[in-house]
Nanobody
């Protein structure tokens, strides 16, 4: 089973950009679908973006389409979330997660979690 560590969060002004990284340990990283979730205060944790184990297929929730890009580098055991044109409503704790089975776009299939990284977008 992989272990996940996120980095790259921080404070940014509206319209700015951040890139989140998620480093995975373990030799089986390439067998996992990967996702980025976020949880704002008082709200549920939602799937924001996901990528298949090959990297050939991606999913985005409607609110981030055209602004966020998920990618992975299996040689580096890392998945990224490039976030552009950030809005105050993107403020949340962002979690990296891994799914060893099922569809990469099914949020219920993710069973390995990182510790989260805070993203704050000021207006």
């Amino acid at each position: 089973q992989v272990q996940l560590v996120e980095s790259g969060g921080g404070l940014v002004q509206a319209g700015g950009s951040l890139r989140l990284s998620c480093a995975a340990s373990g030799r089986t990283f390439s067998r996992y679908a990967m996702g980025w979730f976020r949880q704002a205060p008082g709200k549920e944790r939602d799937l924001v973006a996901a990528i298949s184990w090959t990297g050939g297929s991606t999913y985005y929730t409607d609110s981030v389409k055209g602004r966020f890009t998920i990618s992975r580098d299996n040689a580096k055991n890392t998945v990224y979330l490039q976030m552009n044109s950030l809005k105050p409503e993107d403020t949340a704790v962002y979690y990296c997660a891994a799914s060893g089975y099922g569809s990469y776009a099914d949020p219920n299939r993710y069973n390995v979690w990182g510790q989260g990284t805070q993203v704050t977008v000021s207006s």
